[in-house]
Each structure stands twice: as structure tokens, then as C-alpha cells.
T-cell receptor
Framework: KNQVEQSPQSLIILEGKNCTLQCNYTVSPFSNLRWYKQDTGRGPVSLTIMTFSENTKSNGRYTATLDADTKQSSLHITASQLSDSASYICVLNQAGTALIFGKGTTLSVSS | NAGVTQTPKFRVLKTGQSMTLLCAQDMNHEYMYWYRQDPGMGLRLIHYSVGEGTTAKGEVPDGYNVSRLKKQNFLLGLESAAPSQTSVYFC????????????FGPGTRLTVL
């Protein structure tokens, strides 16, 4: 069973609309949770990082939330732009070990 | 700063051939990593290094070897390529432990026929 599950697998939205991507995890405890953005043909780039005790973290139009009780994280994108088209990857750092990657959500923003 | 660079960007091999992928970083990071990314799967760790002269196995190390002779370089070798090694390979580095932000290279697309 995957320790980090992301949903939906893919998503298409119109430019200017908001969207929310989900990350459910079973890893516990963990040191931090990151969201990475991966543009087509490029390597992933870190968007946000939250420690186990944080609830929310923003980076411009990107806001990540963390609910440790339900073991869920979400990435909310406000007023989407064409440049937001990418894969978004949820990554957990289990304390003292390597990273655990989700399979990602592919977002397409159309005009 | 160039960050993390990878060479080559693309490569096509025949089954049984060997090759080396080169990763270089100019951020003076201690940790370096090699991942592979396949369609429908998350990034999977092949090997990693916690410092010059050290290497360790990751989740999927079989069929690969690595070396870190210099702090800024991390080499990934395929001694006898197989079609199952067709993938996109990413190198990454981080200042210290994996929990620190990892900076990724642009990737190498490898096809093994």
C-alpha cells in the first residue's frame, strides 16, 4: 500500500479558476511535508514546506494545509494561470530516513 | 549559480551497452541523490551519497552503480543496460539531510532498445 496517495490523478481547469489538490498519507511520525511543482521536461521545484506541527503555509497563489488528525494535506491554487500547468508532488520526510514521494497530480490549465 | 546540471539530456542505448550519467552541483551540498521517474510512478531513489567518497543504496539500486569522488559530482553508471532501465533519471542535491530542500537537475531521458 502506498504511504502517500494523491488525488485526483489529473485535473483540467479554466484559467482564473481555483483548485485544490489532495495528499493522504499513512506515514507517522514525519519531520516535514513538502509540495513540489514539476513542469514538463524539468526537475521538481519545492513550493512549500510544513513541519508536523504547522497547519498552513503560503507561497504566493499557492497555499498548503496540513491536518495531522486526518493525515491529509492539500495544495490550494488561487486564480490559476497557464503557467500553473504542471505535476504537483507531495513528499513526506519520515524522520531520519529518505523521502516518500506521492505519484503526483497532473494539472492542466486551459484558456 | 548553475545549480544542478546533468549530462547528457538524452541517450539511446542498445541492450547490454554501458554508460555513465554525470551530475554536478555548485551549491556545496553534502547530500546527492539519483532518482528514476517512470510514468504513473513516483520518483524512486536509486542511490545516494552523504558526502565525498560515500555512497549508499536506495529503493531500486539493482543494475546501477555510483561514485562520488568529488563533492560536487555524482556519477550514475549502467554496466549492462536493460529495457527495464528506460526511464527519466533525475539527480538532486541537498545541503544536509534528505529533509532539507532537494534541488533537482533537469533530468536525463534514457531509452534502452
Amino acid at each position: 500500500k502506498n504511504q502517500v496517495e494523491q488525488s485526483p490523478q489529473s485535473l483540467i481547469i479554466l484559467e482564473g479558476k481555483n483548485c485544490t489538490l489532495q495528499c493522504n498519507y499513512t506515514v507517522s511520525p514525519f519531520s516535514n511535508l513538502r509540495w513540489y511543482k514539476q513542469d514538463t521536461g524539468r526537475g521538481p521545484v519545492s513550493l512549500t514546506i510544513m513541519t508536523f506541527s504547522e497547519n498552513t503555509k503560503s507561497n504566493g497563489r499557492y497555499t498548503a494545509t496540513l491536518d495531522a488528525d486526518t493525515k491529509q494535506s492539500s495544495l490550494h491554487i488561487t486564480a490559476s494561470q497557464l503557467s500553473d500547468s504542471a505535476s504537483y508532488i507531495c513528499v513526506l520526510n519520515q524522520a531520519g530516513t529518505a523521502l516518500i514521494f506521492g505519484k503526483g497530480t497532473t494539472l492542466s490549465v486551459s484558456s | 549559480n548553475a545549480g544542478v546540471t546533468q549530462t547528457p539530456k538524452f541517450r539511446v542505448l542498445k541492450t547490454g551497452q554501458s554508460m555513465t550519467l554525470l551530475c554536478a552541483q555548485d551549491m556545496n551540498h553534502e547530500y546527492m541523490y539519483w532518482y528514476r521517474q517512470d510514468p504513473g510512478m513516483g520518483l524512486r531513489l536509486i542511490h545516494y551519497s552523504v558526502g565525498e567518497g560515500t555512497t549508499a543504496k536506495g529503493e531500486v539500486p539493482d543494475g546501477y552503480n555510483v561514485s562520488r569522488l568529488k563533492k560536487q559530482n555524482f556519477l550514475l553508471g549502467l554496466e549492462s543496460a536493460a529495457p527495464s532501465q528506460t526511464s527519466v533519471y533525475f539527480c538532486a542535491s541537498s545541503y544536509l539531510t534528505p529533509g532539507h530542500e532537494q534541488f533537482f537537475g533537469p533530468g536525463t531521458r534514457l531509452t534502452v532498445l
